[in-house]
């Protein structure tokens, strides 16, 4: 079964112990935008606890539009304060100075579309852990069909994760001892981290 998503902001670790499982993804960016969902969101571990990363966007309040139409918000700087965090987040991780560059180029980078945005970040992650699956970007909305796993509502950050998608064992992190093992981090938290060893981490049944 092929797993059918919505575009992700980084995407969590268990995004892509979901990749890693399959050949091939399916991005869903004709499906409508949903709030406080993966789709503009991601999750780091910073002094004070879980901190969430929310991008910015251009949209009427109560406006329903399909991803691919969804543009993105300068008017604060977001950017710079999410690069901010992530610097204050995991400037003592063993491999923050690894990854710091190409996080940032990132984030910094101004998209006109959030699925540009998301897509660039998942490709990153993608690249960190080396995993070659087959992304296809589906520019019109899908209607739920035999062959696919359809994870566009269930896998969401206010939700319990669906039983498609196994949980990440525990991890290095570099607050633990203030805050425990927190799961369902970003991607950034796993490579800053645990570095070369996210690989193995994500792909460990």
Do not use: C
């Given at each position: 079964?092929?797993?059918?998503?919505p575009?992700?902001?980084?995407?969590?670790?268990?995004?892509?112990?979901?990749?890693?499982?399959?050949?091939?993804?399916?991005?869903?960016?004709?499906?409508?935008?949903?709030?406080?969902?993966?789709?503009?969101?991601?999750?780091?571990?910073?002094?004070?606890?879980?901190?969430?990363?929310?991008?910015?966007?251009?949209?009427?309040?109560?406006?329903?539009?399909?991803?691919?139409?969804?543009?993105?918000?300068?008017?604060?700087?977001?950017?710079?304060?999410?690069?901010?965090?992530?610097?204050?987040?995991?400037?003592?991780?063993?491999?923050?100075?690894?990854?710091?560059?190409?996080?940032?180029?990132?984030?910094?980078?101004?998209?006109?579309?959030?699925?540009?945005?998301?897509?660039?970040?998942?490709?990153?992650?993608?690249?960190?852990?080396?995993l070659?699956?087959?992304?296809?970007?589906?520019?019109?909305?899908?209607e739920?069909?035999?062959?696919?796993?359809?994870?566009?509502?269930?896998?969401?950050?206010?939700?319990?994760?669906?039983?498609?998608?196994?949980?990440?064992?525990?991890?290095?992190?570099?607050?633990a001892?203030r805050?425990g093992?927190?799961?369902?981090?970003?991607?950034?938290?796993?490579?800053m981290?645990?570095?070369?060893?996210?690989?193995?981490?994500?792909?460990?049944?």
């Amino acid at each position: 079964m092929t797993p059918l998503l919505p575009a992700f902001y980084f995407g969590s670790v268990e995004h892509y112990r979901l990749l890693a499982q399959h050949e091939k993804i399916i991005i869903d960016i004709g499906e409508h935008y949903e709030r406080q969902s993966y789709r503009t969101r991601t999750s780091i571990i910073g002094p004070n606890g879980k901190q969430d990363l929310v991008v910015q966007i251009a949209r009427r309040s109560g406006e329903k539009m399909p991803m691919k139409s969804v543009g993105l918000s300068y008017i604060e700087t977001w950017q710079q304060q999410h690069a901010h965090a992530i610097r204050s987040a995991y400037g003592n991780a063993p491999w923050f100075i690894h990854y710091i560059d190409e996080v940032e180029a990132v984030v910094l980078k101004k998209y006109e579309r959030l699925v540009d945005l998301d897509l660039a970040t998942m490709r990153l992650g993608m690249k960190w852990l080396g995993l070659t699956t087959e992304v296809l970007v589906a520019e019109n909305y899908i209607e739920k069909s035999d062959g696919l796993t359809d994870l566009r509502v269930a896998f969401h950050p206010k939700k319990q994760l669906p039983p498609e998608v196994t949980a990440v064992p525990p991890y290095t992190q570099v607050f633990a001892d203030r805050h425990g093992s927190v799961q369902r981090m970003s991607i950034i938290d796993l490579v800053m981290n645990t570095g070369l060893e996210a690989k193995r981490i994500i792909a460990y049944f």
